[in-house]
T-cell receptor, first 115, second 113 residues
């Protein structure tokens, strides 16, 4: 079946640096990708929606200059956390869908720890 | 805008007992509804979904859910709980195909022997 892969699965970075998380659709063309953030023992919060070749649409309260989302191809979207701080530490999950399909495929998630 | 309310942040059952996890939604359009399970330190696994058609949806691992439009509910049930069912369960709603899922706050299911 369709698979969405995230990389890295775990990353530790120093405060003030930037870190990039990749989300790839392995066997389908993802016209739309979604990025979520999950705090420990909390629900998933939608951060942004990205369509291939377009600027991402950010949810209210999400800093677009801090969380840069790029969807340059139909199989790859990236989330870059710029000037990371400890409060950015979280579990980030991407999901992808194609066309108007009713199935959304989730990646395995990426743990970000900022020290 | 859609929203999801999961009643009960924590549900405890005995092994073999009925599992009932409650989910109510709000949507201005006919919703797509989902249940996901998350095990510790892992990603999400789809249990079942409702888009159109039959309102009783059967999923994996013996779970099922019924879409009740009049009650704006999509409760998840399983006749007999297993220890392996202990996990976090999320109900989610979307506006339709190709749109983002909005998640409820989750319900932690504990199963005791």
């Amino acid at each position: 079946g369709a698979v969405v892969s995230q990389h890295p699965s775990r990353v530790i970075c120093k405060s003030g640096t930037s870190v990039k998380i990749e989300c790839r659709s392995l066997d389908f063309q993802a016209t739309t990708m979604f990025w979520y953030r999950q705090f420990p023992k909390k629900s998933l919060m939608l951060m942004a929606t990205s369509n291939e070749g377009s600027k991402a649409t950010y949810e209210q309260g999400v800093e677009k200059d801090k969380f840069l989302i790029n969807h340059a191809s139909l199989t790859l979207s990236t989330l870059t956390v710029t000037s990371a701080h400890p409060e950015d530490s979280s579990f980030y999950i991407c999901s992808a869908t194609y066309g108007k399909g009713d199935t959304i495929y989730f990646g395995e998630g990426s743990w970000l720890t900022v020290v | 805008a859609q929203s999801v309310t999961q009643l009960g942040s924590h549900v405890s059952v005995s092994e073999g007992a009925l599992v009932l996890l409650r989910c109510n939604y709000s949507s201005s359009v006919p919703p797509y509804l989902f249940w996901y399970v998350q095990y510790p330190n892992q990603g999400l696994q789809l249990l079942l979904k409702y888009t159109t058609g039959a309102t009783l949806v059967k999923g994996i691992n013996g779970f099922e859910a019924e879409f009740k439009k009049s009650e704006t509910s999509f409760h998840l049930t399983k006749p007999s709980a297993h220890m392996s069912d202990a996990a976090e369960y999320f109900c989610a709603v979307s506006d339709g195909a190709g749109t983002a899922l909005i998640f409820g706050k989750g319900t932690t299911l504990s199963v005791s022997s």
